[in-house]
C-alpha cells in the first residue's frame, strides 16, 4: 500500500517544498495540495462536513504553484491536486499549466480533480454554468484536457468547452496526465467509473445503499460500475482520503479491501504552524512502518 498526505497550503503553514521534502524522506509516495481559489462572502451553501466552514478554506494557495515548489524539493515523489476544482479553471489554462508541471517534476503529477460543493464560488467563475449541472460539465472537462494533451493540433467541440483547432503545448511526457476523480456520491460514482484513471473518494463519503458510512460497500459497487463500464476494475487503483483520526486498523482494513493508496488529512482543515504539521507526520509515522520498510 501506498501513503500520501494532504495538506492545507496556507499560506501561514509549512511551505510546500519542506512538506513534499519531510514526506519524501518519511517514505511516503504523494503530497496532495487542495483548492478553493475563494469563499464568496455571501456564500450559502452549507459546509458538506457541517458545522462552520473551517479557516483553512479561506487561506488556501493555488495548487499546481505550491506543487512546483514541491517538484523542485524532491525527487520521487507523486504531486498530486487533492483536489482540483477543475470547471474553476480556463480550459487551456488549465491544460497548460498542468503539462508544464508534469514536464517540470519528470512525469510526477497525477491530477485529482472534482466538481465541487460550492454552488456561489462555482458561479462566480462560470455563471454561465447552473449547478446542477457541473457533473456533465466535468467529464466533458475531463475529456477535453486529455484531448489537449494529445492530439496535435487540437480541438474541442461541447457543450461546454470550446477550442478552435490549435497547437497546445507542451505536451506531457506520456501525451497524457493520469486524473484520479473524486466522485463518491449516487450521480458521481457512476462517471468515476467510466472516467476516472483513479478514484480518490473521501471515506466519510462512501457509503451503503441504506446511507451508513461503508467505504467497503461503496468499493464493491464501483468496482461493479467499473465492469458495467466495460472496464477491468484492477485496472481503476483506488485511493482513499482517511479523514478521522489516523489508526492501524483502519489502514489494515483499507489494505484489505484492496485499496491502493491511502491519504491521510491534516488535523483539522484549520491553519496551523509548521511545527504542528511535523509533529502530527511525527504521530502517524508509526503507521507507515510496516509498508513501508
Known sequence: MKFGYLGVNSAAGIRPGRLAAELESRGYESMWMPEHSHIPADRRTPYPAGGELPDGYYHMMSPLVSLAAAAEATNTLTLATGIC???????????????????????RLLLGIGAGWNAEELANHRPDLPFRSRYGALIERVIALRTLWADDPAACDGRWDQVASSWVYPKPLR????????????????????????????????HAPDGRMSPSAAIQQFRLAVAGAGRDPTDVPITIFAMKPPRADIVERYGALGVHRVVFGPMAM??????????????????LAPHTG
Open 85 to 107: 476544482l477543475a470547471l474553476e479553471h480556463d480550459l487551456v489554462d488549465l491544460a497548460t499549466m498542468a503539462s508544464t508541471l508534469d514536464v517540470l517534476s519528470e512525469g
Open 175 to 206: 501525451q497524457r496526465i493520469p486524473i484520479a476523480l473524486g466522485l463518491a456520491g449516487s450521480v458521481g460514482l457512476p462517471l468515476a467509473a467510466a472516467h476516472a484513471d483513479e478514484w480518490c473518494p473521501i471515506d466519510v463519503e462512501m
Open 270 to 287: 484549520t491553519q496551523h504552524r509548521a511545527d504542528d504539521t511535523l509533529r502530527q507526520l511525527d504521530t502517524i509515522q508509526p503507521l
